[in-house]
Structures are given as structure tokens and as C-alpha cells.
């Protein structure tokens, strides 16, 4: 009989394989299309394998949901660290510059991600508290990164918190792609956040 350790070992790295097995299933057939048998199939377990392992489709779904979730938000947040990190001064040109623009390569990829994670997130209780945690951690980063950059602005200049929290946290870019050209384009965006965010 395998040891306690190589059973954790083995159902981690089933788990794993099933992840990765329903990760290419959304990539190639989107969330809507993903097929538990396809699934198990591609991960080489047993579809009663699988629901062992997870307990039922939605936290197998949740699971990868967040994961796309997720790599979606730190390849954003990449973008603010490289332009905002270090410890020397800032502008709010430079803040401006580090904020996600509606069209961006790779845009409408993660806006669709976002919106089936949202319409998912609707009916499926796991992952609707997972990313209502995940979301909740990121709020409480911004709080931090904006202490950050406060302290970096020239004197006189004061960041409004309330408006860029809401900017970043509950514009849905999704309705914008759907626009097409009578969208906000990136040039009124940024206008619109000089305008906005310092007193």
C-alpha cells in the first residue's frame, strides 16, 4: 500500500493533469463548450476519478476559472510594476501611463475571459466566492500600492483613491469592445483619468 505521502503526491499530481487537461478544453472550446469526458479523457483519468478529486464539475470549474482569472490580472499588473516600481518620484503621467487602456494587444481575449468568468461566477456558488476573495485581496493591494504612490507624488499634488478604485474595479471593458468605433478609445480614457484622478 503507497505511503500517506506518495497518495497525496499522486492525488496532486492527478489533480494537476486534470487542471491543465480543462484549461486546454476552454482554450480550445471556451468555457461554454468544456465536456467533463473530454476532460477526463485528456488528463487520462476516469470521469468518477475526477469528480473524486474535485467533488463535482463547478470546482473543477472554478478551479480553472481562476487560474485563467488570474493569469489574466498579474499580466496587467506586470504593466504597473514596471512602470511604477522602484521608490524614486512619480507623475500622475506616470500613474496615467500604468492603468490597463480599454484596447490593448491582447484586449478583447481577456475581456471575453473576464466576462464568461463573470457569467459563470452567476450561477456557480465556488467560484462566485473565490473570485468575491480574490477581488477582495486585490482591493486591499491597490489600498497599498496607492499609499505607495502617494507618498511618491510632488508636494501639492493628492491621488483620489474613491475614483480610482472604482476605475479599476467596475468598468467592464467587455461593453466597450462590444462599441466597436463608437467605443472610448484609449486616447479619451487617458484624458479622462488626468482629469480625474489628482486633485
Known amino acids: 500500500m503507497p505511503s500517506v505521502e506518495n497518495q497525496e503526491l499522486n492525488l496532486f499530481d492527478k489533480k494537476r493533469r486534470i487542471v491543465a487537461a480543462a484549461h486546454e478544453e476552454i482554450k480550445a472550446r471556451g468555457i461554454l463548450g468544456l465536456r467533463v469526458a473530454n476532460v477526463a479523457a485528456r488528463s487520462g483519468c476516469s470521469v468518477a476519478s475526477m469528480y473524486r478529486c474535485f467533488g463535482g464539475r463547478d470546482v473543477l470549474l472554478a478551479e480553472v476559472l481562476m487560474a485563467l482569472y488570474e493569469e489574466s490580472f498579474e499580466r496587467q499588473f506586470a504593466v504597473v510594476r514596471d512602470r511604477l516600481g522602484g521608490t524614486g518620484p512619480i507623475t500622475v503621467d506616470d500613474i496615467v501611463a500604468s492603468i490597463p487602456l480599454p484596447q490593448y494587444e491582447g484586449a478583447k481575449k481577456d475581456h ?85 484622478i489628482a486633485r
Do not use: C, H
Open 112 to 196: 471575453a475571459l473576464r466576462s464568461q468568468v463573470l457569467a459563470v461566477a452567476g450561477t456557480n456558488p465556488v467560484l462566485r466566492a473565490r473570485l468575491a476573495e480574490s477581488l477582495t485581496a486585490k482591493r486591499r493591494m491597490l489600498a497599498t500600492v496607492l499609499d505607495d504612490l502617494a507618498a511618491r507624488l510632488p508636494a501639492g499634488v493628492e491621488l483620489d483613491r474613491e475614483v480610482i478604485t472604482v476605475l479599476v474595479f467596475n468598468i467592464t471593458w467587455q461593453y466597450n469592445d462590444l462599441l466597436g468605433d463608437s467605443g472610448i478609445t484609449n486616447e479619451q480614457y487617458t484624458a479622462l483619468l488626468r482629469r480625474l
